[in-house]
């Protein structure tokens, strides 16, 4: 079965610019959310989706947003890039409908550098 | 005060050794708790869930929950310097959204 796959994986961007980043779960996963990882910050919950609906969204300013497709497929969109938000961001999928996400799968994470 | 907080290490212990990883959170009405181990750039993997207070055992891995302190550990019994990782405590409270703490890193020594 293959695993989540995140494209790109490494990308450089310009200040102001903006980026798409896409993510592929799981077969049968229906359930997306995305990360933030950052040396300082760690791990920060970005937003999760199901069935095309933003369930959650974490605590970053409307640049980030993102959205989900009917096969599951996931795009997040940073606009009006800033340096701090160089990092690299994980894309998990879940297998689990009932007791909020359950186990998360991680991709292998696009890497974003903003000069 | 975070909602995950962990010990950020480092956490040296030698080969064969126990090694014990602690984590406590603030929402008490968290459901679900998770360990993941992350390699030096590699992205986390998932190694335990509890959902129950108690412990759960798998292979050399032993999860412990206890609710009413709002406490996770997690147990690794005879140390591997293949362990040496950051290990990720995780929960989830229900909103369709996991939290993760800054995680502790491990090093075990051969």
């Known amino acids: 079965k293959a695993g989540v796959t995140q494209t790109p994986r490494y990308l450089i961007k310009t200040r102001g610019q903006q980026v798409t980043l896409s993510c592929s779960p799981i077969s049968g996963h229906r359930s997306v959310s995305w990360y933030q990882q950052t040396p300082g910050q760690g791990l920060q919950f970005l937003f999760e989706?199901?069935?095309?609906?933003?369930?959650n969204k974490g605590n970053f300013p409307g640049r980030f947003s993102g959205r989900q497709f009917s096969n599951s497929r996931s795009e997040m969109n940073v606009s009006t890039l800033e340096l701090g938000d160089s990092a690299l961001y994980l894309c998990?999928?879940?297998?689990?409908?009932?007791?909020?996400?359950?186990?998360?799968?991680f991709g292998e994470g696009s890497r974003l550098t903003v000069l | 005060q975070k909602e995950v907080e962990q010990n950020s290490g480092p956490l040296s212990v030698p080969e064969g050794a126990i090694a014990s990883l602690n984590c406590t959170y603030s929402?008490?009405?968290?459901?679900?708790f998770f360990w993941y181990r992350q390699y030096s750039g590699k992205s986390p993997e998932l190694i335990m869930f509890?959902?129950?207070?108690g412990d759960k055992e798998d292979g050399r891995f032993t999860a412990q929950l206890n609710k009413a302190s709002q406490y996770v550990s997690l147990l690794i019994r005879d140390s591997q310097p293949s362990d040496s990782a950051t290990y990720l405590c995780a929960v989830s409270q229900g909103g369709f959204k996991t939290i993760f703490g800054a995680g502790t890193r491990l090093f075990v020594k051969a």
């Open positions: 929402d008490r009405g968290s459901q679900s």
């Open positions: 509890i959902y129950s207070n």
């Open positions: 989706y199901f069935s095309e609906t933003q369930r």
């Open positions: 998990a999928s879940s297998p689990t409908v009932s007791r909020g996400t359950g186990e998360l799968f």
